[in-house]
Each structure stands twice: as C-alpha cells, then as structure tokens.
C-alpha cells in the first residue's frame, strides 16, 4: 500500500510561485501514474497534473498548462507541482494521489487508487 503526504501549501499573492511536494512511500503496485488533483470550496475535484512512473510522460489541465510543472525526484522519493503565476481561481486544497490510466485519464480522479490529506493552496489578488 502507498502512503502519500503532502507539503508546501501556503499563502501568496497572485502572481506568485509555489512548490508542493508529495512524499510516497510504500509498494505502489497496481498503480502507474502520479497526480495532482485540487478542490476548491463548493467544486468538483480537478485533475490539474500527472505524471507517469514508467518514463515521465506529462499531462495537465488546460487551465493549468504553461503554468503548472509537474516532477519526480527518485532519490527522494517525492512528486513536486511548482505553480507558477498562480491566479485567484488556483486557490485550493491540493491532493497527490496514484492511480493507474493511460494518456490523461490519470487526471480524472475515479483513476486514483490512494490519496494523500491535501495541502492548502491560498491565493490573494
């Protein structure tokens, strides 16, 4: 079983820059991507990045595409999303999970299999 636990949410200004990090550990067996999901107060969930464990395959919402990057660091075993000229509408409890899709169905959320607690993503204009 996976163990996923977020970190780097806060408060910025728009504009600004954030980098959230995701700590997995654990087997990951039955799983093949990596994603970023958000929710805002009164949304749906958002599949906003995901990356794939096999060779760093990349998709991310249209909302977020040119502003949002997602990454892998093995050695420490961490899944990072720097947000970059973050906007009012980015501001959200941002949640890591595994799943297991093809192309961007590992943004849709149904796909995950383990979740993380979420950090808060807090963004004034």
């Known amino acids: 079983q996976v163990q996923l636990a977020e970190s780097g949410g806060g408060s910025v200004q728009a504009g600004g820059s954030l980098t959230l990090s995701c700590r997995v550990s654990?087997?990951?067996?039955?799983?093949?991507?990596m994603s970023w999901l958000r929710q805002a107060p009164g949304q749906e969930r958002e599949g906003v990045a995901t990356?794939?464990?096999?060779?760093?395959?990349?998709f991310y919402a249209d909302s977020v595409k040119g502003r949002f990057t997602i990454s892998r660091n093995n050695a420490e075993n961490t899944v990072n999303l720097r947000l970059d000229s973050l906007k009012p509408e980015d501001s959200a409890m941002y949640y890591c999970?595994?799943?297991?899709?093809?192309?961007?169905?590992?943004?849709?959320?149904?796909?995950?299999?383990?979740w993380g607690k979420g950090t808060l993503v807090n963004i004034s204009s």
């Open positions: 999970a595994a799943g297991l899709g093809y192309r961007d169905s590992c943004l849709r959320d149904r796909n995950m299999r383990y």
């Open positions: 654990g087997y990951s067996g039955g799983t093949n991507c």
């Open positions: 990356i794939y464990t096999g060779g760093d395959t990349t």
